[in-house]
């Protein structure tokens, strides 16, 4: 009996011990998930705040960088053109301000503040800020002039195909900031603050620490410095706090693209209260120890204290992960989704109205939605563009010959089969003027919904100022053409004053026979009709083509060289052309006329090309120029090449620039070549080259074969 006694107790004790091994373990787990838990729940607040500051910024950016996108850089200044989009985006941004300074140390200010004489932008912190990042970017807060507030600026660089033109800021007060951050409540003395990437305090619930002191010289028992070379986005520091002298925890998060980091700080005892999580888990640890102490008063209630054990181990478990899935923020994430989509919202639908070109969305090619824009472009209301199509919007007929309504067929079965499509289109107003455009298609598929996006730029004063520019380099070369007419009339108006003279003298000398007047009136004649047809090459060299037509490329050749050939014997220059063999006409499309122009352009330079040459070295050899024509099975190219001095080859990228001449201001205007670039290509389908040879130069011109009206229609 005694024995048995002895075997029970020892089992029991054994049993003892290992219940007391495993309330030790569970105490010791326990508490690590209670400190994890605390880290993970702050860590979800610097998070959530983080990214809210995040969104914040990336849709004021965002707003910004459409602003700078719609500005028009040619008529920059204090005027209306410039203006509205910055007092429209002060609305969409909720900026206290909208402005750009300009190199010049100027402002033009969205608010309408007048600056004193000695503001300069050129030395203000959100000037230097742009320039120094080259790109959209944030300045540190400071106190603008203007509203007498901390505020911090979104600064973007303004460039014009690589050039500088300035730098557009908007300034917005830091009311969000100090919502989101000074008003975050966290246990009883837990507050949230904002600090940069060196240590300065840029939002603080105590206002005499903001931009005036260091992080660490508040708290020296962080080392600050220490903890973000560590290059971690976010973190949990325990410290004692010098001031209260008990534990403390700081989270931090940085908010992306910028050097600031969202910061918690709390004491460590508010922490562990702050969570249900450390209730639950406390009383389970109390649970645990008065099991262990029930172990040693009775060895009889082992059983029901390991059946306890594995309960509430259970319930522990299934409380924990309870608390994590509630602690996981599900509700602050639905929350910040419905926040981000409507900030998403509201950005593309001032993106959408504050565009610069009219935006308009078809479904079966009716409009479904349209912007502000497109009821000014077309002068009509909105509910008079909704339901209309394309073609309700467009003239019978393109400047192409081609119907609007073939034209919109092949554009739609294009946009189709491609990503993106960009085409010139001649519209029509309410007013039914038309104006051509640049339009951008694009086709969408929302919810299995076909929809195709337009957006449309009105080119009208680009259109007219070609065409001005075409014509004035016309009338640039008339004194020129008018002294080749000249040269024309000189021999056969010599040959009828000897005709003249020669009635005189035949009267006198009484040799006067109808023989005479038959081969006098004939030759006369014959004169009088060589100078009737050198007028109607010339009226037909002025006179613009009204429209697009099929021609023949050699007879337009022809009648350039003819129209330079006594200029080019007068300066000893020899033309050879080599056309192939003609089975059928070389028809191409386009402006006769002004085809004709661009070949005259090129063998004008050519001669002076070769005029300079002999003016520089001094050489007597002959001038040759040489206009090639050959095809192929789709192209004609026509080469025209010359002897002269060639072009500088710093030069060549240059030499199709507008207003850009080797010439002298005296001798040419720069825009002959730029047109005669601007015929072929944009015109004619061709295209336009240029480049040294062994001796001299060679212009190129390639264009489409087979391009008649009809194959159009």
């Known amino acids: 009996m005694n024995f048995k006694f002895k075997n029970t107790l020892m089992w029991l004790t054994l049993l003892s011990i290992l219940i007391l091994t495993a309330v030790g373990i569970t105490y010791q787990s326990t508490s690590a998930l209670v400190e994890k838990t605390i880290f993970d729940y702050l860590h979800t607040l610097t998070a959530d705040t983080s990214i809210k500051i995040e969104i914040w910024l990336n849709q004021q950016m965002k707003i910004l960088n459409a602003t700078a996108d719609s500005i028009n850089y040619q008529n920059i200044g204090n005027n209306s053109e410039t203006l509205a989009p910055l007092k429209m985006a002060m609305k969409a941004g909720h900026f206290s301000d909208v402005y750009i300074g300009l190199p010049t140390g100027k402002i033009i200010d969205g608010a309408n503040w007048s600056p004193p004489d000695t503001y300069d932008t050129r030395i203000r912190p959100w000037y230097l800020r742009a320039i120094e990042a080259g790109k959209t970017t944030v300045t540190k807060p400071y106190v603008d002039l203007t509203t007498m507030e901390l505020v911090i600026a979104?600064?973007?660089?303004?460039?014009?195909?690589?050039?500088?033109?300035?730098?557009?800021?908007?300034?917005?007060?830091?009311?969000?900031?100090?919502?989101?951050?000074?008003?975050?409540?966290?246990?009883?003395?837990?507050?949230?603050?904002?600090?940069?990437?060196?240590?300065?305090?840029?939002?603080?619930?105590?206002?005499?620490?903001?931009?005036?002191?260091?992080?660490?010289?508040?708290?020296?028992?962080?080392?600050?410095?220490?903890?973000?070379s560590k290059n971690l986005h976010y973190g949990t520091i325990k410290y004692i706090d010098i001031k209260q002298g008990s534990d403390h925890l700081l989270s931090y998060q940085k908010v992306k693209n910028t050097d600031w980091y969202v910061c918690i700080d709390i004491p460590l005892a508010e922490a562990y209260a702050l969570t249900q999580r450390a209730t639950v888990l406390s009383a389970v640890e109390i649970v645990l120890i008065t099991l262990g102490g029930l172990a040693f008063v009775t060895l009889l209630g082992v059983g029901g204290s390991v059946l306890v054990l594995l309960v509430f181990n259970r319930k522990f478990k299934t409380t924990v992960n309870k608390q994590r899935e509630e602690l996981s923020g599900m509700s602050e994430n639905l929350r910040w989704n419905i926040d981000k989509r409507k900030e998403i919202e509201t950005y593309y639908q001032t993106l959408f109205e504050v565009a610069n070109d009219a935006i308009l969305l078809t479904h079966d090619l009716h409009f479904v939605e349209c912007n502000e824009k497109a009821?000014?472009?077309?002068?009509?209301?909105?509910?008079?563009?909704?339901?209309?199509?394309?073609?309700?919007?467009?003239?019978?007929?393109?400047?192409?010959?081609?119907?609007?309504?073939?034209?919109?067929?092949?554009?739609?079965?294009?946009?189709?089969?491609?990503?993106?499509?960009?085409?010139?289109?001649?519209?029509?107003?309410?007013?039914?003027?038309?104006?051509?455009?640049?339009?951008?298609?694009?086709?969408?598929?929302?919810?299995?919904?076909?929809?195709?996006?337009?957006?449309?730029?009105?080119?009208?004063?680009?259109?007219?100022?070609?065409?001005?520019?075409?014509?004035?380099?016309?009338?640039?070369?008339?004194?020129?053409?008018?002294?080749?007419?000249?040269?024309q009339w000189r021999q056969p108006l010599n040959a009828l004053s000897t005709y003249i003279a020669s009635i005189q003298s035949a009267y006198y000398n009484k040799k006067i026979s109808k023989q005479f007047v038959d081969k006098l009136v004939n030759g006369a004649d014959s004169q009088i009709q060589f100078m009737s047809k050198t007028i109607d090459d010339f009226r037909h060299f002025f006179k613009p083509s009204k429209q697009k037509e099929p021609f023949n490329l050699n007879i337009a050749v022809d009648s350039a060289a003819k129209l330079l050939e006594p200029q080019l014997k007068q300066n000893e220059i020899d033309l050879i052309v080599n056309k192939p063999k003609e089975d059928s006409p070389l028809i191409v499309f386009g402006y006769q006329s002004e085809f004709i122009h661009v070949i005259v352009n090129i063998l004008g330079n050519a001669m002076d090309s070769i005029k300079e040459k002999r003016l520089i070295t001094l050489a007597t050899d002959a001038g040759i120029i040489k206009i090639d024509v050959a095809i192929d099975s789709h192209r004609a190219s026509i080469s025209i090449t010359d002897n002269g001095c060639g072009i500088s080859e710093q030069l060549l990228p240059k030499i199709f620039t507008p207003y850009f001449t080797t010439k002298g201001s005296a001798a040419g205007t720069g825009i002959g070549l730029y047109m005669a670039k601007m015929i072929v290509e944009k015109e004619m389908d061709g295209m336009l080259s240029v480049e040294n040879v062994t001796r001299g130069s060679r212009f190129t011109i390639q264009l489409p074969l087979g391009q008649t009206k009809e194959s159009h229609d």
């Open 154 to 228: 979104l600064v973007t660089p303004l460039t014009d195909n690589d050039n500088f033109v300035g730098v557009m800021s908007a300034d917005t007060v830091l009311d969000f900031l100090v919502e989101n951050i000074v008003n975050l409540k966290i246990a009883k003395s837990g507050y949230a603050f904002i600090v940069e990437k060196n240590g300065m305090i840029l939002v603080h619930p105590n206002q005499k620490y903001v931009m005036e002191d260091q992080f660490q010289k508040i708290e020296p028992n962080v080392d600050w410095t220490l903890e973000i």
């Open 375 to 487: 009821t000014e472009m077309f002068r009509l209301s909105r509910q008079g563009l909704i339901g209309r199509t394309l073609l309700g919007l467009s003239p019978p007929t393109q400047p192409n010959g081609k119907s609007s309504i073939s034209c919109i067929e092949d554009i739609i079965n294009t946009a189709n089969s491609e990503k993106q499509q960009f085409f010139v289109w001649t519209f029509q107003r309410g007013s039914g003027s038309e104006f051509p455009a640049e339009v951008g298609l694009k086709i969408l598929h929302l919810n299995s919904v076909e929809l195709a996006l337009f957006s449309i730029r009105d080119i009208s004063k680009r259109v007219d100022a070609e065409g001005q520019l075409r014509q004035a380099q016309k009338m640039a070369a008339m004194g020129e053409m008018l002294g080749a007419i000249a040269h």
